[in-house]
């Protein structure tokens, strides 16, 4: 298996320091732990590309037996190390999406990964059977349409079109392209996997209508930020409009 990620380990830690990657596993923590308060204590989560543990971690503290899959040694060790240093306890198992480990868990995610993998690779039926019958399946990828959004206000119409005109999308942080995954599309096949779909929530709504990111590194600043977001995120129309969509289903 091919590990393009681990070299990128670094760029991708810069990134998740930024008060808008701050945002982003905020307010997914919360949506994971709302979601798991509906389930009980002491969940089995499997974490299917959970890197270096951002959404991992927080599940971990909360006390859920946690397993992270991903094909990244390197991000997998920056989780056990991250883990130790709280005095926390998560399994890593290095494969991916081509060979999850068997069984069922009471919450899977699956977040910034079906990007890399081909349209029609059968990924959401793996992930479903990975869910056990009532439990839970949280994904998550970049919106297309929050790019063009975010494209128009930074870049201006020209490179709006072109955003929306692109057949892929560029990730800046690992020097790449990408499909584009639209929610529409995971909900279909989710719900053809027998998936019931239970939250389709926005990720970085306002955050990326705020162009001018100065302010975000002012905490009372970020506080108010992150407060609207977190309000904005569960709620018609601004769910369908931000950085990324987050999907969850029961089983
Ligand atoms: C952008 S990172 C996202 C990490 C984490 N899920 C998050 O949202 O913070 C993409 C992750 O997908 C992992 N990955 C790449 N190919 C994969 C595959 N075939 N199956 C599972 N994970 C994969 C990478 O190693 C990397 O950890």
């Given at each position: 298996m091919t590990d393009p990620f681990?070299?990128?380990?670094?760029?991708?830690?810069?990134y998740t320091r930024t008060p808008w990657a701050r945002i982003r596993y905020a307010v997914v923590a919360e949506i994971l732990r709302r979601e798991a308060s509906t389930l009980g204590a002491g969940l089995r989560v499997l974490d299917v590309g959970g890197g270096d543990g951002?959404?991992?971690?927080?599940?971990?503290?909360a006390g859920h037996?946690?397993?992270?899959?991903?094909?990244?040694?390197?991000?997998?060790?920056?989780a056990q190390r991250r883990a130790?240093?709280?005095?926390?306890?998560?399994?890593?198992?290095?494969?991916?999406?081509d060979d999850l480990p068997e069984g069922e868990w009471d919450l899977v995610l699956c977040h910034f990964v079906l990007r890399y993998r081909p349209a029609d690779g059968g990924d959401i039926p793996a992930l479903a059977r990975r869910v056990r019958r009532g439990g839970r399946l949280s994904v998550m990828d970049v919106n297309?349409?929050?790019r063009v959004l975010r494209t128009v206000v930074s870049d201006g119409p020209a490179a709006a079109m072109a955003e929306l005109q692109a057949d892929t999308l560029a990730v800046h942080t690992f020097n790449t392209e990408v499909r584009k995954?639209?929610?529409?599309?995971?909900?279909?096949?989710?719900?053809?996997?027998?998936?019931?779909?239970?939250g389709h929530y926005g990720n970085r709504i306002a955050n990326d209508l705020l162009v001018d990111d100065l302010p975000k590194h002012?905490?009372?600043?970020?506080?108010?930020?992150?407060?609207?977001?977190l309000e904005l995120s569960g709620r018609e129309p601004f769910n369908r409009i931000g950085f990324a969509w987050q999907l969850v289903f029961a089983r």
């Open positions: 681990s070299e990128k380990l670094q760029a991708w830690q810069q951002m959404d991992a971690l927080p599940l971990a503290r037996d946690v397993t992270i899959v991903d094909p990244s040694e390197s991000w997998l060790a920056e130790r240093a709280e005095a926390t306890t998560i399994s890593t198992i290095r494969g991916g999406l297309p349409a929050g995954v639209e929610a529409d599309r995971i909900s279909d096949e989710a719900r053809a996997a027998g998936l019931v779909q239970v002012d905490e009372s600043y970020f506080d108010d930020l992150l407060a609207l977001e």
